[in-house]
């Protein structure tokens, strides 16, 4: 999996006055005298950013404030969240999900479909065009402005190839908007993350055919490539580090790499049987209790457990949340993984970590979807914690 998402454009028009979004999202609502203190600007720059994010109808007063002694109350203003969307596009197959989102996490429209009897990769474009037109309408007819699309998918189809549709360059062709497409961990991430305090740094468990750890804090996602830039650590080798140089073989053609022991496609493999090739048939296996089965997954979650007990550790990880198609089978292996934790986290930590699994990993995902296309809005571009 690649988190590399390719941008398309940002809003220069707006300029400086992104700041001031970027403060009322975090700390709005807000008075303008106070933004400009906040920012450490002089008071005509920030009227002038309000003037700006007004005219684009992205701000709004919502109440005012009574100071003590005497003067008018203080006017203040927050981000218009009833006004702006964003739409998310899942692709997971059998299923393709889209919704459209305002900025307070509201689905407006949301719709699914069963792919799985499409032929051509390029036969789900008719689909999402008419989603696409479908949210462009209700939008107008509310007044409102879509301020991006977030187009995710299990596998590359963000890589253009031969038997490939170019979702990106498609979107960016027929839709005047900053569009990203990207795999399905970040949203994924972004959809669980919401269910804690802003806060509260969770650390997501992406678990399908590969496995992510993703940490998340303040609608941003963590990552560590900053540490060794010339070595282009990312997000996701965190899935292919080495835990055994002599283990298993990779996807990624390096051996024994945590994602060739957890990972979904590993595991399959390690079940070894000609009526198991998907995830679900996987799930289904184990949901009937197969034990050969059990045994192959809780193996796998105790290695993911010690490997993410390091983790939780290094990223200073509060709580831990499992999502993707095999959240489904955690709850079998909850204490497998609670053994795999047991090695370096004491039982009070483990306990405080408040492991679950995703109450719902397709909604979760489609919702961070429209929300991590929200962040790149609002912060330019940029929805990982270090730019
Ligand atoms: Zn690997």
């Not at 991430?189 to 940490?215: H, K, L």
């Not at 390690?270 to 034990?291: F, S």
């Amino acid at each position: 999996m690649s988190h590399k998402a390719h941008r398309l454009k940002t809003e220069p028009k707006l300029g400086n006055s992104l700041r001031t979004l970027q403060l009322l999202d975090r700390k709005g609502p807000l008075a303008k005298k106070q933004v400009a203190q906040t920012l450490g600007v002089t008071k005509p720059a920030a009227l002038d950013h309000f003037r700006i994010l007004s005219r684009e109808n992205l701000v709004i007063p919502v109440d005012r404030k009574f100071m003590p002694g005497p003067g008018r109350p203080l006017e203040l203003w927050d981000i218009n969240r009833q006004d702006n969307y964003t739409i998310g596009i899942v692709i997971e197959p059998p299923l393709l999900v889209a919704g459209l989102s305002n900025f307070s996490d509201k689905l407006r429209m949301r719709c699914e479909h069963d792919i799985s009897s499409l032929k051509a990769t390029e036969d789900i474009l008719p689909l999402i065009d008419e989603f696409m037109i479908g949210a462009i309408e209700y939008i107008k007819s509310h007044n409102g402005k879509l301020r991006g699309v977030w187009l995710c998918s299990a596998g590359p189809a963000h890589m253009p190839s031969q038997n490939r549709v170019d979702f990106h360059q498609y979107l960016a062709q027929n839709y005047d908007l900053p569009v990203n497409v990207s795999a399905l961990d970040v949203a994924a991430a972004f959809g669980e993350a919401a269910r804690f305090e802003r806060n509260t740094i969770v650390g997501v468990i992406v678990w399908d055919m590969g496995i992510a750890i993703i940490p998340c804090q303040d609608h941003r996602v963590l990552n560590f490539h900053e540490l060794a830039p010339a070595k282009k650590l990312g997000l996701h080798d965190i899935a292919h580090v080495i835990i055994d140089r002599r283990g298993p073989k990779c996807i990624c053609g390096h051996n024994g790499c945590l994602e060739a022991y957890t990972g979904g496609r590993a595991i399959i493999k390690q079940i070894d049987r000609p009526d198991v090739n998907t995830l679900k048939d996987l799930i289904k296996l184990a949901q009937n209790g197969d034990e050969h089965t059990l045994t192959v997954l809780r193996d796998a979650a105790r290695i993911l457990g010690d490997f993410v007990a390091s983790n939780v550790q290094i990223m200073g990880i509060e709580k831990l949340i499992c999502t993707g198609l095999l959240s489904r089978v955690f709850p079998m292996v909850r204490d497998a993984f609670c053994q795999g934790l047991d090695r370096c986290l004491s039982p009070e930590q483990i306990q405080s970590l408040e492991i679950a699994p995703s109450d719902g990993p397709l909604d979760g995902t489609l919702l961070g979807a429209c929300r991590v296309a929200r962040q790149v809005f609002i912060s330019n571009g940029n929805y990982t914690a270090v730019s």
